[in-house]
């Protein structure tokens, strides 16, 4: 960051990621294969129309903890930057999951770095890997939280970074982490 320049607010809301049209971007949690699922994934896709998926089919799919950028066809946006968040599994011992919020953490890393390496200043995320990834919400809020604030404040040049959450209780645990 920058000396002297405030670091971006982190702000939280309640609402549909699809509709959101005060930011330059909004992140997608998406599969290894970048071509549309459930969740928000599949809300974002159906949203996009089949420019979308066109795009995504050029990029041969993503990693897990890295990030892609498209155009955002027929959303309120201009961009989407896709991210493969990981698949929780309560059975690992420490070690993996350690590993587990290693990636998580890069989802949210390389979707900073994309966003700044491209222009964009104002970054829209939901929850990355807690729905059909059953990542839980608590400790991928934390892992969110500390990982936005670092990379925003390394790379600068952000305006606001925005949680959109479906339910209160995701935002609620987002809130959490924030004040935290």
Known sequence: MTPGHDPAPILVRRGDLTR???????VNAANATLLGGGGVDG??????GPGLLAACRTLGGCATGDAKLTGGYDLPVDHVIHTVG?????HG???????KDADLASCYRRSLEVAHAAGLHRIA???????AYRYPV????????????????????????VFVL???????AYERALAG
Request: charged fraction near 20%; glycine fraction near 4%; charge should be negative.
């Open 125 to 131: 995320f939901p929850s990355i890997a807690t729905g």
């Open 138 to 161: 608590d400790r991928a809020a934390r892992i969110a939280a500390s990982t936005v604030r670092e990379t925003t404040a390394r790379l600068g040049g952000f305006d606001a970074i």
């Open 20 to 26: 959101v049209s005060d930011v330059d971007a909004i």
């Open 166 to 172: 479906l339910d209160e209780a995701t935002a609620a």
């Open 93 to 99: 011992d420490a070690q993996v999951r350690a590993a």
């Open 43 to 48: 809300a974002i896709h159906r949203a996009a």
């Open 86 to 90: 990981p698949i929780w599994s309560s």
